[in-house]
């Protein structure tokens, strides 16, 4: 596995942008697993806010389809999975002409905007799902697209496994999480005021790694890089995090309503970072992809390979 940790600076309105090393952290707990009809829930309430908060995920959808300006592919079937309301449909679509998009989400309300993207007479297949149980058959897919996602999945193996296995053989994946320093002012302010972090738990970039390599991808490539968002005051930063639908939905979550003292108490603690009259909240977002292997092992240790991958012995 190779890293490349990107250098760049980039300051623009609330949102900054400044690459750092990442520090190695361990594997969420167990039981801090993601309640997926709590997450579920909260995505189809959010859904019809949902595109006029995403600044940050349009932002990182932007920065990871810039990437495939690098990569020479023609597939004739993408699986934008975790697709939200499709707002990467309309760019995949008019990258690959001749390719079909599957948007796979598993909070229904999301997909019903999902479905009017594209034109009308290529709209994006809806496919209402989990990312851990796809419904695609063995090799049908040439391209899987994921950004924002992979952090809602309980089990990273087991969800690794599912796209090796829905993608044809050389297919690419190519995704975007979140890393362990998201939220990270969030999470330190809460733990302050009430010894909760109140933020789901995300894995480290090395972890992601490692899971994709027990997957059987090939050549996978990682980086991470710092997105600080600012706001004038928590609220702002609060109702986005609604607006997303991107709650606490762990299973450790604190059940009980939040008392107006531990409430004020977080706040005072969250007020610490503020700079230059803003209050920052970072994320730290992981680049990565990967190739599904060309060979495809079957019953009884017989080795498949598509014709297209035989080339013709050069003459010496």
């Not at 939200?84 to 999301?110: P, S």
């Not at 302010?189 to 992601?208: E, I, K, N, R, T």
Request: charged share 25%; aromatic share 8%; hydrophobic share 40%.
């Amino acid at each position: 596995m190779e890293t490349y940790p990107q250098a760049a600076t980039l300051d623009q309105d609330s949102l900054s942008m400044e690459a750092k090393a990442h520090d190695p952290r361990g594997r969420p707990r167990p039981d801090a697993a993601i309640d997926k009809r709590a997450a579920r829930q909260a995505f189809d309430r959010a859904a019809a806010t949902y595109d006029g908060v995403a600044v940050l995920q349009r932002e990182m959808a932007s920065r990871l389809l810039e990437r495939l300006d690098y990569v020479r592919l023609t597939p004739k079937i993408i699986l934008d999975l975790g697709a939200g309301t499709g707002l990467a449909v309309d760019a995949l679509q008019r990258r690959y002409r001749q390719g079909r998009v599957l948007a796979l989400d598993f909070a229904f309300e999301m997909l019903r905007l999902a479905r009017r993207r594209g034109s009308l007479l290529r709209r994006p297949t809806c496919l209402c799902a989990d990312a851990e149980a796809l419904p695609l058959a063995t090799g049908s897919v040439d391209f899987v697209f994921s950004n924002a996602t992979l952090q809602w999945c309980n089990d990273l193996d087991r969800t690794f496994a599912e796209l090796r296995r829905a993608l044809a053989p050389g297919g690419l994946l190519m995704f975007t999480t979140f890393g362990p320093d998201t939220l990270r002012e969030l999470r330190g302010a809460w733990a302050q005021a009430d010894g909760h972090g109140h933020v789901s738990p995300f894995l480290d970039m090395h972890d992601v790694g490692d899971a994709l390599v027990r997957a059987g991808f090939e050549g996978p490539v990682l980086d991470a890089e710092y997105l600080t968002l600012t706001y004038a005051d928590l609220g702002g930063l609060m109702d986005d995090l609604r607006g997303l639908g991107a709650t606490n939905a762990t299973r450790e979550r604190p059940r009980g309503l939040t008392g107006k003292a531990r409430w004020h108490a977080m706040r005072s603690a969250y007020e610490v970072h503020r700079t230059e009259g803003r209050l920052p909240a970072t994320y730290e977002v992981v680049y990565g992809h990967a190739w599904a292997p060309m060979q495809r092992v079957v019953a009884d240790g017989v080795v498949t390979l598509p014709v297209s991958a035989i080339g013709r012995r050069s003459q010496g």
